[in-house]
């Protein structure tokens, strides 16, 4: 059987070369119906980083993990503290 990754580790390890503030980084999960959601609580300073010009480079991670949905199990969701969310 193959192992399905760590997602909130894959989105630590994405995210913290990014920022500033690694140390103030932090993933909360939160397990809707139809969705698991991670939350990504940034230092103010680091949200514009991981949004990135026009949304490129959070668009990016979502396409990553959104990739990497595990059969049988609920969709991914990645929310920014600021309310941006898809």
Not at 46 to 53: M, P
Not at 61 to 83: C, H, P
């Given at each position: 059987m193959i192992k399905m990754p760590d997602i909130e580790a894959l989105i630590k390890t994405i995210v913290e070369p990014l920022i500033d503030n690694p140390n103030e980084f932090s993933v909360d999960i939160v397990e809707t119906e139809d969705f698991i959601e991670y939350h990504l609580n940034l230092h103010p300073d680091?949200?514009?980083?991981?949004?990135?010009?026009k949304g490129r480079v959070v668009r990016a991670?979502?396409?990553?993990?959104?990739?990497?949905?595990?059969?049988?199990?609920?969709?991914?969701?990645?929310?920014?503290?600021?309310?941006?969310?898809?």
């Open positions: 680091d949200i514009g980083r991981v949004i990135g010009r991670i979502r396409t990553i993990i959104y990739s990497i949905r595990q059969r049988g199990s609920k969709r991914a969701r990645i929310v920014i503290a600021d309310g941006d969310s898809e």
